[in-house]
């Protein structure tokens, strides 16, 4: 509990400046909240746009995190505003990692499939299996099954050729959306896999006619966030490790 005051407690800090009111970002404010814990993984969950001659923008966040007894813990946020220049610079990254830790302590913000950074590939959580056609796919040992379901690995398993993709050339360096079919990505808010899940966020998309706002404010992106956020909900823990 006192965790997450001190989280609801960093998203309520601003500075003035010239007038106007900021806060990091909520990638940097995770990063401060979370860093403690061995290992942690921030998903863009949800987005929105509120209103119509003022927008508001939001972001609704998954974060996985492993504590020092090795116990894994999910934590949801409620909508948190972000500034209009965030919001666009991750209009592609829907379920995706924006944010994580490895075990290595390396904070890694480059956008990427979710859990590929911290938990997929590492032999403390599963193990690569063969899909008998000369591939491999990442399986989570029985004890961390469970996190199959928080990555949104279960109907989409990962791939060990796509890892070693990320691995190699995006992570730390740039965002990940995997191998491209039909011209669209494996991964994030355009690929396949997103708009079978999530039809009401396509539905509320089009509704509010996201893509006719100026995104070229997104280029400017200076890693800052403005006005205030909601607080967290109540996080759940899981089995601790090994």
């Known amino acids: 509990m006192k965790h997450l005051i001190w989280i609801l407690s960093l998203?309520?800090?601003?500075?003035?400046?010239?007038?106007?009111?900021?806060?990091?970002?909520?990638?940097?404010?995770?990063?401060?909240a979370y860093f403690g814990q061995k290992t942690f993984s921030v998903i863009l969950f949800d987005m929105d746009v509120e209103g119509?001659?003022?927008?508001v923008y939001q972001h609704k966040y998954k974060i996985i995190s492993e504590n020092e007894n090795g116990e894994i813990q999910q934590q949801d946020s409620d909508w948190i505003q972000v500034s209009k220049n965030f919001f666009?610079?991750?209009?592609?990254?829907?379920g995706m990692e924006l944010v994580s830790k490895g075990e290595d302590g390396k904070i890694n913000k480059s956008a990427g499939p979710a859990g590929f950074n911290s938990y997929v590939g590492n032999a403390k959580y599963g193990q690569w299996t063969s899909d008998g056609n000369g591939g491999s796919f990442w399986r989570f040992y029985g004890q961390y099954m469970f996190m199959s379901q928080m990555f949104g690995l279960m109907t989409r398993p990962a791939y060990y050729s796509h890892y070693n993709d990320y691995y190699?050339?995006?992570?730390?360096?740039?965002?990940?959306?995997?191998?491209?079919?039909n011209g669209m990505g494996r991964y994030g808010t355009n690929s396949a896999?997103?708009?079978?899940?999530?039809?009401?966020?396509?539905?509320?998309?089009?509704?509010k006619a996201w893509s006719s706002s100026n995104r070229s404010s997104a280029n400017r992106f200076r890693g800052r966030g403005s006005s205030r956020s909601r607080s967290f909900s109540r996080g759940r823990g899981f089995g601790r490790g090994k």
């Open 11 to 32: 998203f309520l800090l601003s500075a003035c400046s010239g007038g106007r009111t900021y806060i990091e970002n909520p990638t940097d404010q995770f990063v401060k």
């Open 52 to 55: 119509t001659f003022f927008k």
């Open 88 to 94: 666009f610079a991750n209009e592609n990254n829907l």
């Open 168 to 181: 190699s050339n995006y992570r730390y360096s740039r965002a990940y959306y995997g191998p491209r079919q």
């Open 193 to 207: 896999y997103t708009r079978k899940t999530r039809p009401n966020f396509y539905a509320r998309k089009s509704r």
